[in-house]
T-cell receptor, first 115, second 112 residues
Framework: ETGVTQSPTHLIKTRGQQVTLRCSSQ?????VSWYQQALGQGPQFIFQ???????GRGNFPPRFSGLQFPNYSSELNVNALELDDSALYLC??????????????FGPGTRLLVL | QKEVEQNSGPLSVPEGAIASLNCTYS??????FFWYRQYSGKSPELIMF????GDKEDGRFTAQLNKASQYVSLLIRDSQPSDSATYLC????????????FGSGTRLQVQP
């Protein structure tokens, strides 16, 4: 157990809908990164939040957006869902300081199915 | 060329043998390297990380890094059926993006 929690665990949506996924970071961690993992692939970086601001973004369209709150928890929002958005969405927390700054610990993930 | 490459496997080894998992990366400036284990239907679990050239040992696991060859490997000694999983290599690249770049993973099967 990493101490990173995500909700919900599973979600079914239809094409065109919007979805919000939530993540609570590990105690003491101030940075949250979101990844998308399609079946049979490695996780792909979506974006990272540090001190409530976006701190880097991968090759994902603007309909993927996020928030970080003062308690370091975070949300991932996806608008206008497409079938290809079906994937495991992973949240990872880390501490942006010191030699361990890049070590990221993953939550259990949210499995999203878009029909 | 993919940024992080792994053989997808499956790599099949008998129980008690040494499993050797390999990974190459494209960014010569990469500084940090991670191995994660992922069981089917679960999220990645950190096994170990390595920053310096050479070997790093943690129990039955040894990570090896060769920056000149842009190569990182994971050795699992005394493999157990419970080690059967997908092993993901991840690299922290010096691109300004504070993110891990993952390979597609190698599926390991340990035969009892």
């Amino acid at each position: 157990e990493t101490g990173v929690t995500q909700s919900p665990t599973h979600l079914i949506k239809t094409r065109g809908q919007q979805v919000t996924l939530r993540c609570s970071s590990q105690s003491g961690h101030n940075t949250v990164s979101w990844y998308q993992q399609a079946l049979g692939q490695g996780p792909q970086f979506i974006f990272q939040y540090y001190r409530e601001e976006e701190n880097g973004r991968g090759n994902f369209p603007p309909r993927f957006s996020g928030l970080q709150f003062p308690n370091y928890s975070s949300e991932l929002n996806v608008n206008a869902l497409e079938l290809d958005d079906s994937a495991l969405y992973l949240c990872a927390s880390s501490l942006v300081a010191g030699i361990d700054q890049e070590t990221q610990y993953f939550g259990p993930g949210t499995r999203l199915l878009v029909l | 060329q993919k940024e992080v490459e792994q053989n997808s496997g499956p790599l099949s080894v008998p129980e008690g043998a040494i499993a050797s998992l390999n990974c190459t990366y494209s960014d010569r400036g990469s500084q940090s390297f991670f191995w994660y284990r992922q069981y089917s239907g679960k999220s990645p679990e950190l096994i170990m990380f390595i920053y310096s050239n050479g070997d790093k040992e943690d129990g039955r696991f040894t990570a090896q890094l060769n920056k000149a060859s842009q190569y990182v490997s994971l050795l699992i000694r005394d493999s157990q059926p419970s080690d059967s999983a997908t092993y993901l290599c991840a690299v922290f690249m010096d691109t300004g993006r504070r993110a891990l770049t993952f390979g597609s993973g190698t599926r390991l099967q340990v035969q009892p």
